[in-house]
């Protein structure tokens, strides 16, 4: 129950309905679980049982990058920094500029 | 394909942050043993059925350091629909009413027989009317179609419960479709989970939990405060890839090394601190909060959600003078020998109960964790955790010893 689907927002149709591409280039017909504001055309979101729960926002992953450093701190250790420079890089390219 | 679809996998395939992140964990439950002048020893509970399928898919139990067990929870909704529910939609598709269930709580199995049938893929083959759907909106419009009087099993918990207060307060529902509202919410069944696993002497306490991911994307992180102030235990809210649930297990150890017991979001990507306000707003003008039953634990108080009486023509149990449980009707719902009860508490392994790979496999399931893609023993058959791989390279001569 808890399986998420990732999907991009193609069309809002009504307050209720959109229309999300799981990646398969076929546009599914959900609803919109949470407020319209947080689904724009484009928007990643996360589909679940056929409705959307939440948008997905992956300027986030700064976060992440602090969580490694604060954790190698708290392990005496230097941060992994080529493993840092490779995760930006990742989703530099991934997100392709567009972040969602 | 959008290449925002595929940063999920920079979660997914990573070895080099798995190792990264192995060691911080091997070293921060060092670090734990020094500060508690013993060897540390401690379990973290998942609480949800996807993080175990994750966590045990991807082999992550042997990537934790001796001492530190990552136990399952309760976080799989159809292995906790009680029988009862069950038999009574089972009745109905008896009945000629249109029974439509999701996949998985189509091959779950019911205590006592309803004509014959001990489930809905049983009772259509003899005859009753159920149809497998994927959301409630393939009912509504397959209800709509058809014209037939129908009822569709709302099993799930608060992930599903926007798309069903949704369906009824949009006017979605086809006069002649109703819901039997099975939704149950998580924080009393983790609460009870916890009270009774920290009551488990000599077993190492349960100190930390990782909370589920998309349930909190409705009710938001905040949902968890109560537990972790009741518990004093550190709890991380954690998506559901590989790297996340290793993150979620290095910042727990974290906050207990820093004597912290808060709410922490490892899912920021998804779950914010308060969660998804219209949703939760549908979710009050649709449903009450009621005491519920949960299969072989029993009535949990204020657990599950009732359809409100104003959308009363759409609840399937008063359109068909269905009795809601009382307390002291409950009795076990699990079958006879089954420890599903217990696994779902954390209590047991799968490996501990007797009929596991034996008279319970995932193809003829006995007990309701061998059902869904989300009980504990159905993930733990399916890739061999507990040492269930070693035993059958054994049996099968291919081992020696």
């Known amino acids: ?100 | 394909m959008d290449p925002r679809l595929l940063v999920e996998a920079v979660f997914r395939e990573n070895p080099q942050l798995a190792l990264q992140l192995r060691s911080y964990i091997a070293k921060l439950l060092e670090k734990l043993g020094e500060k508690w002048g013993s060897r540390a020893r401690l379990k973290i509970m998942d609480f949800c059925g996807t993080h175990e399928w994750t966590i045990t898919h991807y082999g992550l139990r042997t990537l934790m350091p001796k001492g530190l067990e990552l136990v399952a929870g309760p976080g799989c909704p159809v292995c906790v629909t009680p029988s009862w529910e069950l038999e009574e939609a089972m009745k109905l598709s008896f009945k000629g009413v249109t029974v439509y269930t999701y996949g998985d709580s189509y091959r779950l199995r019911t205590v006592s027989p309803v004509n014959g049938a001990y489930s809905l893929a049983e009772a259509r083959a003899l005859g009753g009317s159920v149809k497998v759907v994927t959301s409630i909106y393939d009912a509504i419009a397959d209800a709509r179609k058809y014209g037939k009087e129908a009822v569709f099993l709302g099993i799930g918990f608060e992930t599903v419960a926007p798309g069903y207060a949704h369906a009824l307060l949009a006017g979605l529902m086809p006069e002649n479709l109703s819901l039997m509202s099975l939704v149950r919410l998580t924080p009393p069944a983790m609460f009870y989970s916890l009270s009774i696993l920290r009551e488990k002497p000599p077993e190492p306490p349960v100190m930390g939990v990782i909370a589920p991911g998309h349930v909190s994307t409705i009710t938001g992180a905040k949902a968890w405060v109560p537990v972790a102030e009741a518990f004093e235990i550190p709890v991380v809210v954690a998506g559901f890839e590989p790297i996340d649930v290793m993150m979620a297990v290095a910042l727990i150890l974290r906050q207990l090394l820093q004597g912290r017991a808060e709410v922490e979001i490892e899912y920021k990507r998804a779950v914010s601190f308060d969660g998804d306000l219209r949703a939760q707003a549908a979710i009050h003008k649709a449903f009450e909060v009621s005491d519920a039953a949960w299969r072989g634990i029993g009535f949990l108080p204020r657990s599950g959600l009732r359809v409100r009486e104003k959308y009363s023509e759409h609840d399937a149990r008063t359109r068909y003078g269905i009795r809601e449980m009382r307390v002291e009707e409950w009795k076990k719902d699990t079958p006879p020998g089954c420890k599903c009860a217990e696994v779902v508490l954390g209590k047991a392994k799968p490996t501990d109960c007797p009929l596991f790979l034996r008279k319970c496999t995932p193809s003829t399931p006995y007990g309701p964790c061998m059902v869904s893609m989300e009980g504990t023993c159905a993930i733990w058959a399916r890739f061999g955790e507990g040492g269930v791989t070693e035993d059958m390279v054994r049996e099968l001569g291919l081992l020696e010893g």
């Open chain 1, 1 to 100: 129950m808890c399986w998420g689907v990732p999907a991009i927002v193609v069309s809002v149709i009504d307050d209720t309905t959109a229309e999300v591409d799981f990646g398969d280039g076929m546009p599914k017909r959900v609803v919109l679980g949470i407020s319209a504001q947080e689904v724009l055309p484009g928007a990643a979101v996360l589909v679940h049982a056929g409705v959307i729960v939440s948008r997905l926002s992956y300027e986030q992953i700064e976060e992440v990058i602090k969580y490694i450093e604060e954790l190698a701190a708290i392990a005496g250790e230097e941060p992994p920094q080529d493993l840092i420079a490779r995760l930006r890089s990742l989703f530099r390219s991934a997100a392709g500029g567009g972040l969602g």
